[in-house]
């Protein structure tokens, strides 16, 4: 099969094609697993916090991917669940313990990272982890809910909003332009605001529906009692918490944060940034619950991802545009076996 392969860690802006076209066995499901046909995998900024060693996958060679739509096309000899021609996704979380909070359970392994994921023709995973994709959505819609949309899910859950409530999000990319969608269908009387640093992604939110658009560090019409932050940075950390109403909670939904500006943490102030009762939360990773749930509320709502599609072959270039931060929406990798 065709793959990219990830062989060594460096940053991007040293050397600007981390992957290599490979050609591999393919995998055989074993156990309760089964195989994917891959024809649609998306891009994420984890994939970028894999490459450049800030959550580095356990061992090397590996291949990235893990916002994977495909064709189920072989059973492992336990598999029941699915049958050969079932449209199915594959998210973060390859496999766990099973548990309530098998998202921070030692057990858990990530696609893409513990496991190969979908830069590739062909993929196996635990028939448990595997989704159907709801009919509403085209394969390469459908690549970026399997983790920009799943866990944009569980960061709006865990603001603890209620309709009515004041919710911001800064930076405004794959995940969160899926979060303003389904919050404008779960709190339909609820003002969003975005903070986010290019005018385009700013003008792409009032698009969508958002009330209010600024500045990462501009002050939002009223202080929101949520803000979700999706930035690999921390000067916007600092900005939400100096924005966010008293009693507030700001959810960071990023796997890792980068060094460039951490002495903006030096900037917060006790009594403007964190007193009266503020509060941070962080997502970690997703549940298969998570996923199970947002699919179909996807569909209902419906959700309509913005994607750039590219080719297989091209996932470096996609990695790069990613990494200089041009993502009007998602970008996805279209993958077709010949």
Same mark, same amino acid.
């Not at 399997?146 to 009515?164: D, E, K, M």
């Not at 918490?241 to 796997?255: E, K, Q, T, W």
């Not at 509320?297 to 297989?312: F, G």
């Given at each position: 099969m065709r793959a990219m392969l990830l062989e060594r860690l460096m940053p991007l802006d040293t050397d600007s094609d981390p992957l290599r076209a490979v050609e591999l066995p393919d995998p055989e499901p074993a156990g309760d697993e089964i195989r994917l046909r891959v024809t649609a995998c998306g891009v994420c900024h984890t994939e970028l916090d894999e490459i450049e060693g800030r959550t580095a996958p356990p061992r090397l060679p590996v291949v990235p991917g893990h916002e994977v739509v495909g064709v189920v096309d072989r059973l492992g000899p336990r598999a029941r669940r699915f049958r050969p021609g079932d449209r199915v996704g594959v998210g973060w979380i390859h496999s766990s313990s099973g548990l309530t909070d098998e998202n921070i359970d030692p057990a858990f392994r990530a696609t893409g990272r513990d496991a190969n994921g979908g830069y590739a023709e062909l993929m196996t995973v635990r028939e448990d982890y595997a989704y159907p994709i709801p009919a509403a959505f085209?394969?390469?819609?459908?690549?970026?809910?399997?983790?920009?949309?799943?866990?944009?899910?569980?960061?709006?859950?865990?603001?603890?909003?209620?309709?009515?409530?004041?919710?911001?999000l800064t930076g405004f990319g794959g995940s969160a332009h899926l979060v303003l969608q389904l919050a404008r269908h779960l709190y339909p009387d609820t003002q969003i605001y975005v903070f986010a640093r290019d005018p385009s992604a700013r003008a792409f939110a009032l698009e969508l529906g958002a009330h209010w658009a600024g500045d990462t560090t501009d002050a939002p019409p009223h202080p929101p009692h949520a803000i979700i932050d999706?930035?690999?940075?921390?000067?916007?950390?600092?900005?939400?918490?100096?924005? &966010?109403?008293?009693?507030?909670?700001?959810?960071?939904?990023?796997?890792r944060k980068e060094d460039g500006d951490r002495d903006a943490l030096l900037d917060l102030d006790y009594a403007r940034d964190l007193w &009266?009762?503020?509060?941070?939360?962080?997502?970690?990773?997703?549940?298969?619950?998570?996923?199970?749930?947002? &699919?179909?509320?996807?569909?209902?709502?419906?959700?309509?991802?913005?994607?750039?599609?590219?080719?297989?072959?091209?996932?470096?270039?996609?990695?790069?545009? &990613?990494?200089?931060g041009r993502v009007p929406g998602a970008k996805v990798l279209a993958i077709a076996r010949p």
């Open positions: 085209t394969d390469i819609e459908a690549a970026p809910l399997l983790c920009a949309g799943g866990v944009g899910y569980r960061a709006l859950r865990l603001t603890g909003i209620g309709n009515g409530q004041r919710l911001g999706t930035t690999p940075a921390w000067r916007p950390v600092v900005a939400a918490l100096g924005h &966010l109403r008293s009693g507030g909670r700001l959810v960071i939904n990023a796997i &009266l009762e503020k509060e941070i939360k962080t997502v970690a990773n997703v549940t298969r619950r998570d996923l199970a749930d947002f &699919l179909p509320l996807a569909a209902r709502v419906p959700l309509r991802p913005e994607v750039q599609v590219y080719p297989l072959d091209e996932a470096n270039r996609a990695l790069r545009e &990613l990494r200089r």
